[in-house]
């Protein structure tokens, strides 16, 4: 049994209706060892005889056996292993890849068998230095003569044993010189043991045949054996790299991803430009999205920290006649509602708002103000802050002092130039109030001693109008200034751990059983704070909704690039097939490399937030915006995931190019 058999091998190829034999019906058999010239004008079928010996392109017809294994109806992968195990081609115009280095492009086929880099590394630079080239494993191709070029694409076809050698017009593109040398060297792999098929049109060249095949229009017209069939004294092959079979198909892919990796940073950084201006969208798309989100949250922070303090933990009750039958009339809120309400499991305590417009003096200067009996709140931390002296004990509110608490804007305005005010005097006056007993309205005037200032923290437009201000006991208020013992708005402070919702029910039913009728209505701070968080929540959704659409254009961006890149690289992509690339590693190859594309995108895309986050918080006070870990990760996730989804279109377009054509392209 030959090593070559072919039986009634055609090849035809539709083309425009019409069929062109390109190979008809061809026996032919090749001896392991033998050395082979094909020979025949142009068009009579020389490369398609040479890609379906490769194992390049499958017959239309008839029968291909290669050591007795019909190769006909074996699909691209075991193609593609049959090119790796058996097969070194040499071509007329080298094809070796432009960004690898000499030792690299002798390596590669290595790669898609696994060999481990070490090993690999070292035979090839072996098989360089066997073919003169040892000083030029560091240079890439256009650093080396044609000739040199030419003697590392056979190291190359060496690179996995080379069993059978298939040089197509391999000295078509050599000086004289360069190509008797090269003859001289194929005849030495001949010694060697190898089997030798070449194709040329040059019967000088086909003189260091042993045998030469005619073709003509796709038939063999002579088989003419020039010197008796002598297979090498030593049919002994020089050994390939030892291959690691054992290697667990995870291991093999981990170092095929690490070589495309590889590869993939090469070709990026072979077009910078083109890699920088291709990532711009999904920069833009993930900058977009990382800031929004930064700073959506950090609003939400911000809100938390001044509204939240402001109203969580309270229900604020209302008279109200809503929810009453026509005629019904409200109750105003008695001391004893109020005490009942108190006395509730997971009331801290029931605040009554009483204020009343007036004016505070001392000496000839005077301020509108806004006088507070509901003194209790001072003691919120985190609304307040004293800024001088102290705020009031449950002592002073019960026991009628006649002393005040103002803030730091009536300070400001009364005592400009004073150094301490506590122990100051100033004059309350108010006229709105009616007397309960004789119903006249009069100015009712009440001097009271300073004993603190306070700031408010929030910001003050949120707490109260434009007046300052003044706190006094509530117990002062209400005896001094005459003021309705009943109320239409009081506010139930909460402990921290009940539940606002929980509470507001308990409220209700209480009141409800207190009136009779719910002549009233709770607003809860907490359920409308929920409800303004979610507002913020879905308005920064929908930006960053809009965002993700630029990052998705970008992803397209991408996927473009992609497919120009697969079809300027096409030549590229044949030539790793025929030194054994699986269809996978040509998939995996421009799916890292899309991945690359847009995991580096989303790290500019990250940076650009970066100063943007960093710009909004030194532009202003109030949202100090971060980016969080988390956020680097979840954009980095979403850069690489755009990668694999839009470059799986290009990967797989790459990967199912058929080798003959990939390589044909120019
Ligand atoms: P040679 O290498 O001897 O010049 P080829 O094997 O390239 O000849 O081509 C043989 C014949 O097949 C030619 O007529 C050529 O036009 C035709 N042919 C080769 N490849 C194709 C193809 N992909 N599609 C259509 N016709 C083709
Ligand atoms: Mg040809």
């Not at 083309?15 to 058999?29: H, N, P, Q, W, Y």
Request: hydrophobic share 45%.
């Amino acid at each position: 049994m030959a090593l070559i058999e072919l039986r009634g091998v055609s090849r035809h190829y539709e083309l425009g209706g019409s069929t062109v034999r390109a190979l008809d019906a061809v026996d032919l058999d090749i001896e392991a060892g033998d050395y082979v010239a094909i020979m025949g004008a142009s068009g009579s079928g020389k490369s398609t005889m040479m890609n379906l010996l490769g194992c390049l392109d499958v017959p239309s017809s008839g029968r291909f056996t290669l050591d007795g294994v019909d190769v006909g109806e074996m699909g691209p992968d075991e193609l593609a292993r049959l090119r790796r195990e058996h097969f070194g081609f040499v071509f007329q115009r080298y094809h070796l890849l432009p960004y690898l280095d000499a030792v690299d492009n002798v390596a590669l086929p290595a790669v898609y068998a696994g060999t481990l880099g070490e090993q690999r590394r070292a035979r090839a630079q072996q098989l360089l230095q066997r073919l003169g080239l040892g000083e030029r494993g560091g240079h890439r191709p256009n650093e080396l003569s044609g000739g040199q070029q030419q003697r590392v694409s056979i190291a190359r076809a060496l690179m996995n044993g080379g069993r059978i050698i298939l040089a197509d017009e391999p000295t078509g593109a050599l000086d004289t010189a360069s190509g008797e040398a090269l003859l001289q060297l194929l005849a030495q792999l001949h010694q060697d043991g190898h089997t030798i098929i070449l194709v040329t049109h040059d019967p000088k060249v086909a003189e260091h045949a042993q045998r030469v095949v005619r073709l003509q229009d796709g038939r063999i017209l002579s088989d003419q054996r020039r010197t008796p069939f002598a297979p090498a004294a030593r049919a002994q092959l020089p050994a390939a790299a030892p291959l690691r079979r054992g290697l667990q198909a995870l291991g093999r892919w981990a170092l095929q991803a690490r070589e495309s990796l590889r590869s993939a940073v090469d070709a990026l950084n072979g077009n910078r430009l083109r890699t920088l201006l291709s990532t711009l969208g999904i920069s833009i798309g993930i900058a977009a999205v990382v800031s929004i989100v930064a700073i959506s949250s950090a609003a939400r922070d911000h809100i938390e920290k001044n509204l939240q303090g402001l109203f969580s933990g309270k229900l604020m009750v209302f008279s109200d006649d809503a929810k009453l039958p026509p005629g019904a009339k409200t109750r105003k809120f008695t001391p004893q509602d109020l005490h009942a309400l108190g006395g509730l499991p997971g009331v801290r305590r029931i605040e009554v708002e009483r204020s009343s417009q007036g004016s505070a003096r001392v000496a000839r200067k005077d301020a509108t103000v806004s006088i507070q009996g509901n003194s209790e709140r001072l003691s919120d931390k985190g609304l307040y802050e004293i800024v001088e002296g102290r705020v009031f004990t449950p002592t002073d509110q019960t026991g009628g002092a006649q002393t005040v608490v103002i803030d730091d804007t009536l300070r400001q305005k009364l005592f400009p130039n004073v150094a301490q005010v506590v122990g100051r005097t100033l004059l309350l006056e108010t006229t709105q109030l009616p007397n309960p007993r004789t119903g006249q309205v009069s100015a009712i005037g009440l001097p009271v001693t300073v004993i603190g200032v306070v700031k408010s923290i929030s910001d003050s437009s949120i707490s109260f109008g434009g007046d300052s201000p003044v706190y006094v006991p509530m117990s002062t208020y209400l005896r001094k200034f005459n003021a309705d013992l009943d109320a239409y708005f009081f506010t139930v402070i909460l402990d921290n751990k009940q539940s606002p919702q929980a509470m507001e029910q308990q409220v209700r039913y209480r009141l409800r059983a207190l009136h009779g009728q719910e002549d009233f209505r709770i607003w809860n701070a907490q359920k409308e704070f929920e409800k303004i968080q979610s507002v913020t929540g879905a308005l920064a959704a929908m930006l960053a909704g809009v965002a993700a659409i630029a990052l998705l254009v970008g992803g397209v961006g991408v996927m473009n690039i992609m497919l120009v890149s697969v079809s300027e690289r096409t030549r590229e992509i044949g030539i790793r097939m025929a030194i054994g690339a699986r269809q996978s590693d040509v998939r995996l190859q421009f799916l890292i490399e899309a991945v690359l594309l847009c995991l580096l995108g989303g790290l500019l895309g990250l940076g650009l937030s970066w100063l943007i986050v960093l710009g909004i918080g030194a532009a202003q006070e109030q949202l100090k915006p971060t980016l969080s870990l988390q956020a680097v990760l979840v954009a980095s996730a979403v850069a690489c995931a755009i990668g694999l989804l839009f470059g799986t279109l290009p990967a797989r377009r790459a990967a199912r190019l058929s080798p003959v054509d990939a390589l044909a392209r120019e």
